[in-house]
Structure formats: C-alpha cells, structure tokens
C-alpha cells in the first residue's frame, strides 16, 4: 500500500469558522472576524496538532523568541481568552479549545480542509474499469456507485460527485481534463475483475494539483467480501484526504444490514443500473430486480431504500396514481429504516411522500435534512427540497439548493431540469431556458426537457418553438400523458381548437383504464377557456394528491386564475402561495 503524500492544508474549517493560514484570517459563515495576531498564532498552532496536547511551554517557545521579557503566563491567558471570544466558546464546556489544567491546550472540533475560495473540496470517482467483458459491465458501473455512495457517508466534508455525473464520464481515462470539467481535486480510478467467485479490485487515488498517486491498494477477496473491500477503500481514502471523522461515521457506512451474498448483490447492482437511466420502462425494470434481491434478501435494507424511490419516480412521472405510490413507497422506506437508521434512499422517499402525497412541507424537510445528514454528497434531497421551496415562493432558498445539487451531481439531467423548473417558477425564464438546453445538450432523448423548455416558450409567448419541443418530448416518450396534455394546451392557445379538444377526449378515455393527472387536464381546459372545468379538474388534482398541484400558487400557466376566489380558497386550504389581486 503507498504511503499517502501530504500536501500543505491552506484553509480549514471547523464548524461555522473557516480559517484561511495565507491571508490569516477567521471567518464565521464567510464573515470575517477582528482576531489579534498572538490569539491567531495559538489557534494555528493548536490546529497544527488537532486532538493533541499543546503545552504552555511549546507556546511561550514558538510565541516569544529566546531573550524576550514579558509576562508569559498573563499574556498566554489574556490571548487564550480573546481567542475563545472570537469563536463564542465556553471554557466550561468547550466545542474548539480545550484546557488541560497545567498541561495546555487541545483543539477537540472536527476539522476538514477547503479550498482557497472557501468551497468544498471535490472527490470524482472514474467508473472502475471492467475487466470482464460486456456481461459484466453492470457489475463494475454497480459497484462504482456504490463506492460513491459509501464514500459520500465517510468523506462527509468533502463533495463527492454523484453518479449519474460520473458515469456521463464512462471510458474516458485522461484524468486531468476530468478533473478540469468537474472542477475536482481528486479523482479515484480502479478496475474490477470477478474470477471463480473472487474479486480483484484495484484504487488508486490521484491529486488533481500535481498528478501525485496519494493512496493505492490491491484487493483480491471472496466475493462474499465485496462490502469489506468497500468499507476499506472508502475508510483509506478518508484518511488520505485528512479528513477526521468519527468510529460513528464508519459504523454508519457499513452497517450490517448494508450487506447481502454475491448473488443477490450482483441483481442490486443491475436494479441499479436501470435505475440510474431514469425513463419510465427503466424504473420498471429496476422495480423487478429490486423485489427479485428482497424475495431472496428480506435483510438487505438498500434495496427497500431503492424501491421507495421507485415508487416515488412512478408517480411523478405520471404512470401510477400517488395514492397507490405514496403507500408502497413509505411502506419500503419504513422497512428500510427498521433494518438501519443509515438509509438516505428511505429518508428521502418518506420526505417526498409527506411532501407530494400529504402537503406537509415541514415534516418533509425534517426528512430531506436527515436523508443530507446521513449522506452530503446525495443530491436528490436537495433537488427535492430545492421543489418544496419553489412551490411556497422562497425562490431564492430554492435556487440555493438546487445550486447545492448540481454542485454534487452537474451533469445530471434531473437536476438540471429541475433547477430549469424552479428558474420556470421563478419566472426567471432566460435562466429556466439556459438550464434545459444544457440537460438537452448532455441528454437529447430526455422528454421531461423538451416537456420543461416548451413551458418557458409557452410562458414567453413562441408558440413555434413551444410546439417543437412539446412533439420532440412525445417523441422521446409517446405514451406519457403529461407530454399529450401540454401538447393539447398549446393546441388551443395557438387557436386549434378542435384539435385540442380531441387530445382532451383521448385522455379523459385514458383516465378510465390508466393515471391521467388531473393538474394537466385542469390545465387543458383553462387553456380552452373553460374556468369551471379548469377549476373542477384542480380540485381534483387537490383530492386525489396529485403531486403537480404543489405548483399551482406559483404556476404562470395558472395566472388566468390569480383573482377568482374559488382557485385562492383551493390554495389557501392547502397552505399554498396565494397570487396577489
């Protein structure tokens, strides 16, 4: 095993403070605050040894040059004293600084270092190279999202690019242009190879400032050992990027219920793979696999985790009715979380169920934080959070987070199109526009973005191109009723009536056999300047939890409503922005 390299820590952060060692400068939460320079030396010199004793004597030495008269003890005492003021901490119960009666001072907060520019430090993770040939290539693609997973529990300061990101980067081996396009600082690059019931993994982790390898190691184990090589790899690269972290964060990560046989593990890791392609047909795929691993695995918590997801992608993306979805995905969350508490897929599932299915958009944060708590690096909880705040109005709190998903996850397509979505709901369209030609440009066959753009060119009034996109979307997905809607909206407000009624027809028969939401044919009949249908059909999105109406308070295809009373009682209800007169 290579000995990690050290580099010099620049900048560091401990709680709120960030600590820049060049410019010599503490800072709370990016304000700068007045130390003295004999208070700042201390703390620099206890950081130098975080965890360790500093006596009294090792500060007078390395303070006060040899010959030099002044009171040590009172001036220890009196810098000491300004340094605690300036982090606001009690001697008594001290977070930062520690006193040891007449032995010195220790620095007890966890530490992480930073950048220069005071962000987080980014960890990209090249799909590991399948030495298997083609039929293997989900196993390795599984495994590196795994490994990111579990590398988001432990390397808890640092931002580990989320998957759908990494795999947009699939046999590309020219590390230092990869690290350029993530703006990363490090990437680790392995391989996998499965051998008559044994693995073989190789890692290595490489530091983007000079190409120094600061950590590698060779794993050959029994495949049933898989989860260890795992454990370990992400626990060394911890260490290697200095991160201090608790035994509670390893213990997180790799809890026994995370674990399964080979063969179970291996149908996780296609359920997966589907997962991760995100279209309809897709997540019934990974649906299949994953109750295949909880037939044969009623222990294995991930996948319950997994399947809540499912249920809840299902029904946003209109083919299963939220009632049904919210129910089966609590249901897998629940499960998950009795198997262990460290499940960030259950956390954020039960978030959405309260969030879609039942309004609550404060019990769903409680949930979206902990999902973030457990994992930093997962981005869909900001994603989902970055929603929750768009559709109560606090646009700038939903841009924010949205921000904070693409900084983890910024080629993915869900979160470029829902920081599209919410710049849409901003009215923010130049913006909204901007973002979902870049989810185009990474992801042409991705219907939810042709689906999004056409509403911003609706709301800008180019019918032409609003049109375009709206057929391109049914082309990508011809048979989602959503995409069908829009295109009958459009229809009727570019003056082709007749032809959005019969659209209209087409999926009111559809209702009687499969989910129609109920929101989008509202939306249809404002379109065809029906109120009274329009409002009809949005009560009913209201009654059967139709998680589009969350949007109706902020919605500029709703504005036609903003004043009639019956639309502001139905968002009032349901604790919704209500469009000022």
């Not at 993530?182 to 008559?196: E, F, P």
Request: aromatic content about 8%; proline content about 6%.
């Amino acid at each position: 095993m290579q000995v990690p390299a050290k580099e010099p820590q620049q900048c560091l952060r401990f709680g709120p403070f960030q600590v820049d060692l060049v410019s010599r400068e503490l800072s709370n939460n990016g304000c700068k605050l007045p130390l003295q320079e004999r208070p700042f030396q201390i703390l620099e010199i206890l950081l130098e040894q975080p965890g360790q004793i500093v006596s009294r004597e090792e500060l007078q030495r390395r303070l006060w040059p040899a010959g030099t008269f002044v009171d040590f003890e009172h001036s220890i005492n009196t810098a000491v004293k300004k340094l605690r003021e300036a982090l606001d901490d009690d001697p008594d119960h001290p977070r930062f600084v520690e006193t040891l009666s007449k032995r010195g001072y220790r620095f007890i907060a966890r530490l992480s270092s930073m950048r220069n520019d005071g962000t987080r430090e980014r960890l990209f993770v090249l799909p590991f190279e399948n030495r298997n040939g083609a039929a293997e290539e989900y196993f390795a693609d599984g495994l590196t999202e795994r490994m990111i997973i579990q590398l988001g529990k432990v390397c808890r300061h640092t931002d580990v690019i989320a998957p759908v990101s990494v795999m947009h980067y699939k046999n590309r081996k020219h590390a230092p242009e990869i690290l350029a396009k993530m703006n990363a600082d490090y990437l680790l690059a392995g391989s996998v190879q499965r051998t008559n019931g044994r693995v073989r993994i190789n890692a290595r982790l490489i530091r983007g400032g000079d190409q120094c390898c600061v950590w590698s190691e060779s794993y050959t184990r029994e495949g049933h050992e898989l989860f260890f090589i795992q454990d370990d790899i992400s626990t060394n690269i911890a260490r290697a990027l200095a991160r201090v972290f608790s035994p509670l964060d390893a213990d997180a990560a790799s809890a026994s219920s995370t674990t399964t046989t080979p063969a179970v593990y291996a149908k996780y890791l296609m359920a997966r793979h589907f997962f991760r392609l995100s279209s309809v047909p897709d997540f019934f795929r990974t649906k299949v696999y994953t109750e295949q691993v909880i037939s044969e695995d009623p222990g294995f918590a991930p996948a319950y985790g997994l399947l809540a997801m499912v249920y809840a992608n299902l029904a946003v993306y209109g083919a299963s009715s939220m009632d049904s979805a919210s129910k089966a995905a609590e249901s897998c969350a629940r499960n998950a979380l009795n198997l262990s508490p460290n499940v960030e897929e259950a956390e954020c599932a039960l978030g959405w169920k309260l969030l879609d299915y039942d309004g609550d958009f404060a019990a769903a944060d409680q949930h979206f934080s902990r999902a973030i708590d457990i994992n930093p690096s997962y981005p869909m909880p900001y994603n989902l959070a970055s929603q929750a705040a768009a559709c109560q109005g606090r646009f700038d709190e939903a841009i924010e987070k949205i921000t904070r998903a693409l900084n983890v996850d910024p080629v993915c397509p869900q979160a470029n199109s829902s920081a599209g979505v919410v710049c849409y709901l901003a009215r923010r369209f130049a913006n909204a526009r901007q973002f979902l030609e870049k989810t185009i440009d990474l992801h042409p066959k991705l219907a939810i973005a042709y689906l999004s753009l056409s509403w911003v060119y609706l709301a800008t009034g180019d019918f032409d191109k609003a049109l375009e996109c709206c057929k391109t979307s049914l082309d990508c997905d011809p048979s989602n009723p959503i995409t069908r809607a829009n295109l009958a909206q459009i229809l009727a407000i570019d003056g082709h009536r007749q032809e959005a009624l019969a659209v209209l027809n087409e999926l009111l028969a559809l209702r009687k056999t499969a989910y129609v939401p109920p929101y989008y044919i509202a939306q249809v009949h404002l379109s065809l300047g029906d109120v009274s249908q329009a409002l009809h059909w949005l009560e009913t999105a209201f009654q059967e939890r139709d998680s589009w109406r969350l949007m109706a308070g902020v919605d500029p295809r709703l504005d036609p409503l903003a004043n009639h009373s019956r639309f502001q009682r139905l968002l009032a209800d349901a604790h919704l922005p209500v469009p000022a007169h």
